[in-house]
């Protein structure tokens, strides 16, 4: 019997080896051969699922920005958020906050590790 195999899921494990690929190689490296040998899939299995390179290409970037939007609004919900009586620090301190979760600097202005 053949392997069901959920579109969706497939579509987001190559968007996954898209970034794979171009963390440890750059983007330019992130062809469609590059893509689907660390997906560990045939060329042809991913043209299954795309239309070709900027189809590819257009799904990691929406996909990107679905985890990214996904991750910000977690950590936003987390964060105290202030009275809307409070005064303008206590605003400024919230956004500080928010913007200290999510951008990967530290105090000093030192690149920090991403944490999840």
């Known amino acids: 019997m053949p392997k069901v195999v959920d579109p969706e899921e497939r579509?987001?494990?190559?968007a996954e080896?898209?970034?794979?690929?171009?963390?440890r190689e750059g983007?330019?490296?992130?062809?469609l051969r590059n893509v689907a040998a660390e997906a560990g899939l045939a060329i042809g299995s991913v043209r299954h699922y795309f239309d070709?390179?900027?189809?590819?290409m257009?799904?990691?970037?929406?996909?990107?920005?679905?985890?990214?939007?996904e991750r910000?609004?977690?950590?936003?919900?987390?964060l105290k958020t202030p009275?809307?009586?409070?005064?303008p620090a206590e605003h400024v301190?919230?956004?500080e906050a928010l913007f200290a979760e999510v951008l990967p600097w530290t105090a000093n202005g030192a690149r920090r590790p991403r944490s999840g």
């Not at 579509?11 to 190559?14: K, L, M, N, T, Y």
């Not at 080896?17 to 963390?23: E, G, L, S, T």
């Not at 257009?58 to 939007?69: D, E, L, P, S, V």
Request: proline share 4%; aromatic share 8%; net charge positive.
């Open 11 to 14: 579509r987001r494990e190559v």
């Open 17 to 23: 080896a898209v970034f794979r690929v171009a963390r």
């Open 27 to 31: 983007l330019e490296q992130a062809s």
């Open 52 to 56: 070709g390179q900027a189809d590819i």
């Open 58 to 69: 257009i799904f990691a970037m929406r996909y990107f920005a679905q985890r990214a939007g």
């Open 72 to 78: 910000l609004k977690a950590r936003a919900q987390r």
């Open 83 to 87: 009275d809307p009586d409070a005064p």
């Open 93 to 95: 301190a919230a956004l």
